[in-house]
């Protein structure tokens, strides 16, 4: 029988555990609701820190109330039912409106998680009094350090563990059997603390004069300083996901630093030098600052994410450690110390997911972040003397005014900035010159690009050579040039396109054909209809749908498109919903006889080949992968389609078996159904 102390420790571990690993099972259930977007990671994130929040006032409530027997009976009840609505996740439903995708998340994580999240979210804060109650001791802070081992071993475990060996319905199984466990072990410690209800709070019997009582500047900084820390997580986390690598695996990583830092804040205070924290901060928010004011280049991906994650991970240290060392004295003030710290984490992952998209049409939240983080340290470090001072108030004005430039940069070039929950578009013009035989013409054409971060989603080049000809990854020679060029042989065209971007691949239209793009973004239909040409120019017939594409073929009659695109792989996050096996199974469905599935696996950080070939020989289907060299002259770029069919004719076609390359086979790579998918195997190392 494990002593008191120990179980109090494992309940708390273990809670931390499951919340860590609820957080990336809930999301991935979303994804195939609202388009697979890494948007939906930023909104779960600000639900999960608002119901910790809501779980710590929870829990502060529950330790103020000492009237007999009441708080432990409300304590035993929630955990009852929060048991029986852990059960639904064995069977989740799905049924929010995805046309108001904030919503939607809120409501459909409240009624499948919020209780066992909640719950989960309260009980380090609770566990700690009722410790301390029963010992008659301190308030013991160390096993908040505990709880963010657990939750950062969780983040480990889910990607390189549970994601790539159980599928979807293993892990909420698994995840039951340990919540039942916990539910257990934490009635266990309700019942014990039963008997300590009439036991003084801890630190009621100690001399009033003994004790510090926390000052408003104190409590105060309770509240700012995680807040700075939260908005340093959510605004690197969107930016790596959206200008470094657009793959859901980043998602983690900055999370685990925040972790990390709450771990050596609160277990290894030691550890914490202020001097030499505050120094290497400085010199990091300079550099990456200055990094930042470059719009139009980026740092390679290796420098970026290590530079950015160290940012944020010395950032949030600075924070939680100065947190830690304003900790109250007072046991009596340890639930709202955790409270005020959860309310400032609610208050910063809100400002930068949920408020900064409606308030900025374009990104600004990292210069934001940046600065919250420097006027926060004006305070912090205020006793350190007048050169402190100086440093970080000048930092911020300076973190203040990048945000400004930012602004004037983005509008300079710019016909229109515009943000939404999918992201921030930009249509940027430049002057394009054409290039014969390796050298630069003379005269030079405006040039449209459509930009989401820094991930191209299409261009036009307006001169009369090259206004109607295909740009990017779609040019005559790539894949899906040659499908469209091979597909029907004189025969109108009947084209499904999923992804709009600017509308370039409407440029093969002709006469009798027919174009149906599926577009995720409602923003994107008017930019691609009003400041490119490629939809009002086109032969075809155009029509574009809104919403989620898999979503929309499912309630359609079939189509019998003859090649049927798939292209919405390249940026901002990997929809794996529109990659499994039972996705397959629908496009089919919606294919003439001898029909061609055009999958755009362009990628710089993931090689999707692979899988698509086994998704194909999974439903008897060949692919053929096709990857085009670079056309400067034309504005193409290098691009990679796998195109999958049944049509042996277009197979063999010269122009086909000539261009062919092998798909490379990887080890232990799994066939992608809607209850499995990983993309740790196909990663570019």
């Excluded at 050579?465 to 990017?472: E, G, Q």
């Excluded at 040659?482 to 396109?497: D, H, M, S, Y």
């Excluded at 992608?672 to 990663?683: G, M, N, R, V």
């Amino acid at each position: 029988m494990p002593t008191s102390r120990s179980l109090y420790a494992t309940t708390i571990f273990l809670s931390s555990l499951l919340l860590f690993l609820i957080e990336p099972i809930a999301a991935k259930q979303l994804l195939p609701l609202l388009g697979g977007s890494s948007a939906v990671w930023m909104t779960c994130l600000v639900f999960f820190q608002i119901t910790l929040l809501l779980g710590y006032l929870y829990a502060h409530s529950l330790t103020r109330d000492r009237s007999g027997n009441a708080p432990t009976s409300l304590h035993l009840g929630i955990v009852a039912v929060a048991a029986i609505l852990a059960l639904t996740l064995l069977t989740p439903g799905v049924s929010a409106d995805p046309s108001h995708p904030v919503r939607a998340i809120f409501l459909t994580l409240t009624t499948s998680i919020g209780l066992p999240f909640l719950l989960l979210a309260s009980t380090s804060p609770l566990l700690q009094v009722w410790l301390a109650r029963t010992t008659s001791g301190p308030v013991p802070y160390r096993l908040f350090a505990l709880s963010n081992v657990g939750s950062l071993l969780a983040l480990f475990l889910y990607p390189t563990v549970l994601e790539p060996n159980l599928t979807l319905r293993h892990q909420r199984v698994l995840w039951l059997a340990g919540f039942l466990l916990y539910a257990a072990l934490l009635t266990l410690l309700t019942l014990k603390a039963r008997a300590t209800e009439s036991i003084p709070e801890p630190g009621e019997s100690a001399s009033p004069s003994l004790l510090v009582r926390t000052t408003p500047r104190q409590r105060l900084l309770w509240f700012f300083l995680p807040m700075a820390a939260a908005m340093q997580l959510t605004a690197v986390t969107g930016h790596l996901t959206a200008n470094i690598a657009a793959i859901p695996l980043l998602w983690m990583l900055p999370l685990a630093v925040y972790l990390l830092s709450f771990i050596v804040a609160f277990e290894y205070p030691g550890l914490y030098k202020r001097a030499t924290i505050t120094r290497l901060l400085v010199i990091l928010l300079a550099s990456l600052g200055y990094a930042l004011s470059k719009t139009d280049t980026s740092l390679p991906i290796a420098v970026g994410i290590g530079f950015f994650l160290a940012e944020c991970f010395l950032a949030c240290l600075f924070c939680h450690a100065e947190a830690h060392a304003l900790r109250p004295e007072d046991p009596s003030d340890s639930t709202l110390f955790y409270l005020l710290i959860a309310a400032g984490g609610a208050t910063g992952t809100f400002f930068i997911g949920i408020a900064s998209p409606l308030l900025f049409s374009a990104n600004y939240d990292l210069p934001i972040a940046f600065c919250v983080t420097a006027a926060v340290a004006v305070p912090t470090l205020w006793r350190e003397g007048i050169i402190q001072r100086i440093l970080w108030s000048t930092a911020a004005a300076g973190l203040l005014l990048l945000a400004v430039m930012l602004h004037v940069a983005y509008g300079r070039d710019a016909l229109l900035l515009t943000r939404n929950f999918y992201g921030t578009l930009r249509i940027k013009q430049t002057n394009h010159a054409p290039y014969s035989n390796g050298q630069a013409s003379q005269q030079a054409a405006p040039t449209r690009m459509m930009l989401n971060g820094t991930i191209q989603h299409g261009n036009q080049i307006f001169s009369p050579a090259l206004v109607h000809t295909p740009t990017t990854y779609y040019g005559a020679n790539s894949g899906i040039g040659l499908a469209l060029t091979l597909c029907c042989k004189g025969r109108p065209r009947n084209v499904g396109i999923i992804g709009l971007g600017a509308g370039t691949l409407a440029a093969y239209g002709e006469p009798g054909d027919r174009f149906r793009f599926y577009e995720l973004n409602p923003a994107v239909e008017p930019i691609a209809r009003n400041l490119f040409t490629y939809l009002r120019d086109s032969k075809a017939q155009t029509t574009v749908l809104e919403g989620d594409a898999r979503t929309t073929l499912a309630s359609e009659s079939p189509q019998k498109f003859n090649v049927l695109v798939i292209d919405a792989f390249s940026g901002d996050a990997i929809p794996l919903h529109l990659l499994t096996a039972q996705a397959l199974t629908l496009y089919q469905s919606h294919l003439a006889p001898g029909g061609i599935l055009a999958f755009h696996v362009s990628n710089q950080y993931v090689d999707l080949a692979p899988e698509v070939a086994l998704l194909a020989a999974n439903a008897h289907l060949k692919s053929a992968s096709i990857d085009s060299p670079a056309n400067n002259a034309e504005g193409a770029y290098r691009a990679s389609w796998v195109l999958v069919t049944n049509n042996e004719t277009f197979l063999t076609d010269p122009l086909i078996t000539e261009n062919q390359i092998p798909i490379p086979r990887v080890l232990g790579i799994r066939l992608w159904t809607d209850d499995y998918s990983s993309l740790l195997p196909l990663l570019k190392f």
